[in-house]
């Protein structure tokens, strides 16, 4: 298993933008893909965004053309840009590794809150 670390996380007023950032502690590049969950107070975990090793990306529809989603193979960080941001956007934001042989990892989360 690789080892996940977000960051970039904080309170942020609606129409603004944040980027978060996921350390891992080994090569990306061996990964099956790389992606983004999310979880509000309340609610189940949700799906947000993913890049396969390939590049090729997908986004959730409450997300499309809100959020991008990057990686820094060399070293080894994915992002998560989010700008027009929601108060439904509130949430703790996890970071997940799917590698070749299906084995999942996950980081600890970063809390984003959007509030005036």
């Known amino acids: 298993q690789v080892q996940l670390v977000e960051s970039g996380g904080g309170l942020v007023q609606p129409g603004g933008s944040l980027r978060l950032s996921c350390a891992a502690s080994?090569?990306?590049?061996?990964?099956?893909?790389m992606t983004w969950f999310r979880q509000a107070p309340g609610k189940e975990r949700e799906w947000v965004a993913t890049i396969a090793n390939l590049g090729i990306t997908g986004y959730a529809d409450s997300v499309k053309g809100r959020f991008t989603i990057s990686r820094d193979d060399a070293n080894n960080t994915v992002f998560l840009q989010m700008n027009s941001l929601k108060p439904e956007d509130t949430a703790v934001y996890y970071c997940?590794?799917?590698?070749?042989?299906?084995?999942?990892?996950w980081g600890q989360g970063t809390q984003v809150t959007v509030s005036s």
């Open positions: 080994g090569s990306i590049r061996n990964m099956n893909s």
């Open positions: 997940s590794a799917l590698s070749s042989t299906g084995v999942r990892s």
